[in-house]
Structures are given as C-alpha cells and as structure tokens.
C-alpha cells in the first residue's frame, strides 16, 4: 500500500484530486486477505470519462459479487499527478486499497478507442509492470483486454497476454475461476495461458505467428501452441434478462460526462450502417423486458440518487417496447422530478404526445445523425432515411419548443465529391429556413445549429474495411470548404482534427508491425493523444520514420478482397461475403433495409446466434 500522508501531501498540488482518492459511495471494499484473486479495472483515460463508461460499472459489480475475487479500479493520472507520482516513486494505484496495480493478478483494460494506446502503455510503467508480455514472468500480473477495439488486437499483440473477443459477463467470470484453479495447483503463466485460450472468445497472441509478404501485406497467419485456435468467435450474451446487471453504480465526489443512472436496453443494431463498427460486431440484436428495465431502474435510483435515467444502446429508438418503457418510467418518476435520456431517438419512434412529456421534466437539446449532406452519399452509407424524414422530424421538434439542434456529419466518405460536401451547409440551412418560415406565434426560443464533421475512419468488419482513407490534406481541404461556405451566426461549423482521424485509422486497420512504433511513441513521451493538445501527429511521425513503417500502408491504400486482412481469425458473426456485397451495393448506391424488415443472410444466424435472430 502506497504511504497515505505522502498521498494526501501531493494531491494539494494537483487538478481535481477527487479523482485520485476513491472511498466514493457504493465502491466495494474487501479484506485482500479473505480473497482466491485479485482483479483492478484499468481504464486508460482519466477518471471522469473512465467513470462514465458503462462497461466499467458492470464488470466492477460482477466480479466483486463473488466473495472470493476483489475488483477495483484505476485511471490514468492527469499530466500534473503523473509528474508528482513519478517525482515522488508513487506507483501508480487501485482506488479502493491503494495498492499498487502490480500486486494485482490481474489488470484488465478495456478499448474503447485506439488513441488511448500510449496510455496503456503509460499506465503499465507508473505501475512498474514491463511492458512486453515476453518480459513479465509468473510473480507479475497477467494483462488483458477487450471492448471495441480487440476485434483488431494485433497493434498491441506484444503487449497483452490475452485479450477478450465480444461481450466479457460470462467470460471474466470464467477466466478468473481458471486462474484460481491453477493458483491452487501451482501456477505458471503459460500454463494458465494454454486453459484460457480454449474459452470461447479468448485470444492468446503470443500462441500465433505471422508471415509478411515483401509487399507488407500478410502471407500467412500460423498456430505455434497447439492451445491456440484457428479461428477465434466472439463472445455474446444470449439472454439480456437474465445477463448480470448492477443494482448500484459508484457516484464520484465530481462531475463526470454521464452522470446518470443508465439503463441498457438492448445489444446489436440491425440498421446496417455501411461505416458503423459497432453495428456489425455487436450484432444480433437481443433486448431486455420492459419488466426488466423497470426493476433494474428502480433499484438503480434508490441506490444512486440520480435525477435523470438514460436509455443506452446503439439505437434507442429501435427498442420494440420503447413507448410502453418511456410511459412506465415517467409515470414512476415524472413526480419526482427525475428525467428521461432518450439518446439516438429517432422522432418517429415516438407519440409527440410523450416526447411533450420527456421535455417537461427535463428540457435537452436536440441531435440528429445524418452522416451525410446528399441522399446520394446517404445511399452510399446505407443511412436509410431521408432529407423528408430529416426535415420533417426538426418541424415537428422545432413546433413542440425545441430551438437547439445539433446535427452530425462525416466528411471523407467514399465516392464523396464537392456537392456533397455543400449539401451539408445546404442541409443546415434549410433547418435553419425551417425554424424561421413557420407563423411567428409558433417561434420560440434562439436558435441555435450547431454542425459537427468528423473524418470518416474506415474500420474492420465493415463494408468499407478494404477502402482507402483521406490523407491529411485531403481531409482539411473539405473541411476548410465548409469552414468558407457555412457564414450564418445561427449556425456554430466544428471539425474533427484531421491528423487524430488519420493516426486513429493507422491502429484501426494495422497490423503486429506496428507494435514497435506505438511503444517508441511512448518512449518519445507520446500520451493522451486522444486529447487535442497533449496530441503530437509530427512526433507520431518521427516514430515511422525512425522505425521504418509506412503509416500510408495502414490508411490512403486500397486492399483487395482476396488479401488477409490482420483481423481475419477473428469470427464476429457477420461473413465475409456479406460485407462484399454491402461494398458493392454502396458502389451502386443502393440501399440494403433494416434487418429488423427481413433477415439479409449477414450470417450472424449460423455463426454465432444459431437460430432466429
């Protein structure tokens, strides 16, 4: 345990020390004597965002459900408590015991985005744990991973002893009940290695190799521990009723991003968004009961005191039972004055009758997801809708009172040209147009657009995952256009920055060669790149030069169909030929309809669901 006075003395000295300290209601405090394991929760941005992720809430109260295993957490430390940590010889601790993280079994992180790497990398030396699994033996903890982002675990494949492919409820139950086995039995590392990697969904990295061709791209993946699968299939929680669920979440001494009670109504989407990642590994689409969700609820706001219920999924306003659920809530809240969140709502899904009821609890501005300013580039993605049900759902929010609008784009998209790029101010200006042509009686409150473009990143296991990305000029040419062409002091223009959006795209679809690039990136002092001013592109490329990669490889290079990609071993359910067909529908501009309107043989059926979706 770290020495608490000399704590207390250097949390004086820095930004926020709430961050640092724990002891929050509802964290979980077990004698570390009484426990078989010991897991901490590493979440590789600071506190507030780390606190905010729902995942972390979930896993944190799984795993401390069982008496016999402890689970904690930890967050990378803000520039200011890094340099007094280290100026100090504080490691870097668990919240609830303020142990080092190195006493730990096991550090888990999640990835949730690729611009967090150098953090992972960050965290590990504060807690003076070797970076590379090769160099950590059978006394220093395992490390692993999951989230989004280990559906492409290769760019980190040096650095993680084995990572969670899917949803992890079940499979960290079952990966710490095999570790204390083999604790009992006398453990090594790679023998408890070996009995993971026969777990559905566990993928050991160091059981592989993989050849190169002279070209860069991949000549052959091969097994070299017989422990090792081919084929790795992701994990999926088939029954969201019965699926663990917590009935209390930690409630920070400061403000976080969410702060909320957030209720999860459903997995998967069945849209079919030609860009979106998400939609495609999380698939198929499982939802809970209406009776559920009002339990979960209920022991939720009790346990919390929140004053406002989120309904968190990809798609809020796909849930079948979404007017029967948002009725309940509100009739069980709305006298206390709790809100209902009801993000990715589309108008339609609702009466107005009850979004006037929403709004009268808790008033929030507006955001709508077009991607895209053209139905043609909107066919292109498969965004189904269009610029009539766009205009039609603002009229219709703009009557029931709504003045602030927040619209979101991508910019970068495949087969875009310049009429496409206008057609997004053209798009905001008609919304703008719209909220003024209406009778006078009718305006209410300041208007206010505000229009967000992103750089569009092609990922793995979409229909655009062999495309080529924007280079960097490219991508700050069609935003300045937008920059020159939106003049209207209603209507707010932001950008994503371009460079973030290229380095992203580079781990996005990389491959293990650039395992040595992103630890030479630590090592040139390279963290929370995800944050615009801690974020050094020129820095990043030093590094490809000095180790000599080719970031182009990874981002403007077009692949072929027949090339191995370094995410094929992994199974997420949807085929191959699916996701070619999309690719080619999107070339046609034709639209492909919502699963939920007739299955479109994408394969999740026979892969992973085995049966009905």
Known sequence: MINKKQLDRILLNVEKPARYVGSEINSIIKNKEDVDARFVFAFPDIYEVGMSHLGMHILYNLINS?????????????????????????????????????????????????????????????????????????????????????????????????????????????????????????????????????????????????????????????????????????????????????????????????????????????????????????????????????????????ATGHEEISLASLSTGDYKNLPELACKLLDKYESQRIGLSLPSLRLDSISYDLIERIQKVRKSGLTFAPEAGTQRMRDVINKNITEEDILSSVKSAFDLGW????????????????????????????????FFKRPKEKIKGNLKITVSASCFVPKPFTPFQWLPQNDVEQFYSKAKLLSKEIKDRKITYNYHDPKLSYLEAVFARGDRKLSKALIRAWEKGCKFDGWGDKFDYNKWIEVFEETNISHEFYTVRERSFDEILPWDFINAGVDKEFLIKEYENSKLEQTTSDCRQGCKNCGINKKIARGIC
Request: net charge negative; charged share 30%.
């Open 403 to 434: 003045s602030t609008v927040k619209l979101y784009f991508m910019i970068g998209l495949p087969t875009e040209t310049e009429e496409d790029i206008l057609g997004i101010k053209n798009l905001a200006y008609e919304i703008k147009d719209l």
């Open 66 to 302: 069982r008496e016999n295993i402890w689970c904690e957490r930890t967050f990378a430390p803000w520039i200011d408590m890094e340099e007094e940590m280290r100026k100090n010889d504080i490691p870097l601790y668990a919240l609830e015991s303020k142990d080092s993280i190195r006493e730990f079994d096991m550090v888990g992180f999640t990835l949730q985005y690729e611009m967090s790497y150098t953090n992972i990398l960050n965290m590990l030396d504060l807690g003076n744990i070797p970076l590379r699994s090769s160099d950590r033996n059978d006394e220093l903890p395992l490390v692993i991973a999951g989230g989004p982002c280990a559906f492409n675990p290769e760019p980190l494949w040096e650095i993680i002893d084995l990572f969670v492919i899917g949803e992890a409820e079940e499979v960290f139950v079952e990966l710490l009940d095999i570790y204390i086995n083999e604790k009992k039995k006398g453990y090594t590392k790679l023998k408890f290695l070996e009995k993971a990697a026969q777990l559905e969904g566990v993928y050991v990295p160091q059981f592989y190799n993989v050849l190169y061709n002279n070209d860069g791209t991949i000549k052959e993946r091969k097994v070299i521990n017989e422990a090792g699968k081919e084929i790795i299939s992701k994990r999926i929680i088939k029954d969201m009723d019965k699926v663990f669920y917590p009935e209390k979440a930690i409630i920070p001494y400061i403000d976080i991003v969410h702060d909320r009670v957030m209720l999860e109504v459903f997995r998967g989407c069945t849209r079919g968004c030609r860009f979106c990642q998400a939609g495609m590994i999380y698939r198929p689409v499982r939802e809970k009961s209406v009776d559920t969700l009002i339990q979960q609820s209920e022991k939720l706001v009790n």
